[in-house]
């Protein structure tokens, strides 16, 4: 089945620095692939995404690159702010009826001024 | 404002009781779904309805149920079968195929 593996955290910062987290996926056909933030006690809110491969998804300062031949969508900011301290979930959508998201196991990021 | 709305924020269970989380949209979606997060980890999908009258179960149905009489409204009710309920819960909308889904604020369900 589908699967989605990410980086684990925590990853701790210092403020404008580099960020990069890492995220492949397993999937057959085409998936839709999303980056999702979650700040403490909240839902999941969407940063971005991709759908087809190449396409660079960009949001608020982030981004993430839809490759194919890697099976990998990783997420890059280049400068982090404290505010950007959350968990964040890659997840894709396969070929299933349903659409159904299947998430990574979320990576905290941890960003100090 | 277009949105999810979940409700309660926090909801207490006492041993052999059943309680329902309810989760409303008025973003005009068709497709509905519920996820558990347990603490430091990933989301897993509960239950899931892509039309009024009609779900499907998900990877952890097990212990919980759920109803879709209206095209806004999915409740999802933990029933005393759920032997360890404790978790955060998530409401989500959105249309399918591949398209992006939406979440609701979550509702903290904690065992007395």
């Known amino acids: 089945g589908d699967s989605v593996t990410q980086m684990e955290g925590p990853v701790t910062l210092s403020e404008e620095a580099f960020l990069t987290i890492n995220c492949t996926y397993t999937?057959?056909?085409?998936?839709?692939l999303f980056w999702y933030v979650q700040y403490p006690g909240e839902g999941l809110q969407l940063l971005l995404k991709?759908?087809?491969?190449?396409d660079k998804g960009s949001n608020k300062g982030f981004e993430a690159t839809y490759r194919k031949e890697t099976t990998s969508f990783h997420l890059e900011k280049g400068s982090v702010q404290v505010s950007d301290s959350a968990v964040y979930f890659c997840?894709?959508?396969?070929?299933?009826?349903?659409?159904?998201?299947?998430f990574g196991g979320g990576t905290r990021l941890m960003v100090k001024p | 404002d277009g949105g999810i709305t979940q409700s309660p924020k926090y909801l207490f269970r006492k041993e052999g009781q059943n309680v329902t989380l309810s989760c409303e949209q008025n973003?005009?979606?068709?497709?509905m779904y519920w996820y558990r997060q347990d603490p430091g980890q990933g989301l897993r999908l509960i239950y899931y309805?892509?039309?009024?009258?009609?779900?499907q179960k998900g990877d952890i149905a097990e212990g919980y149920s759920v109803s879709r009489e209206k095209k806004e409204s999915f409740p999802l009710t933990v029933t005393s079968a759920q032997k360890n309920p404790t978790a955060f819960y998530l409401c989500?909308?959105?249309?399918?195929?591949?398209?992006?889904?939406?979440f609701g604020p979550g509702t903290r369900l904690l065992v007395l």
């Open positions: 989500a909308s959105g249309r399918p195929p591949g398209e992006t889904q939406y």
């Open positions: 991709a759908t087809k491969a190449d």
């Open positions: 973003l005009n979606h068709d497709a």
């Open positions: 309805s892509q039309i009024v009258n009609d779900f």
């Open positions: 999937a057959t056909g085409y998936p839709s």
């Open positions: 997840a894709l959508t396969g070929n299933n009826a349903g659409n159904m998201l299947t």
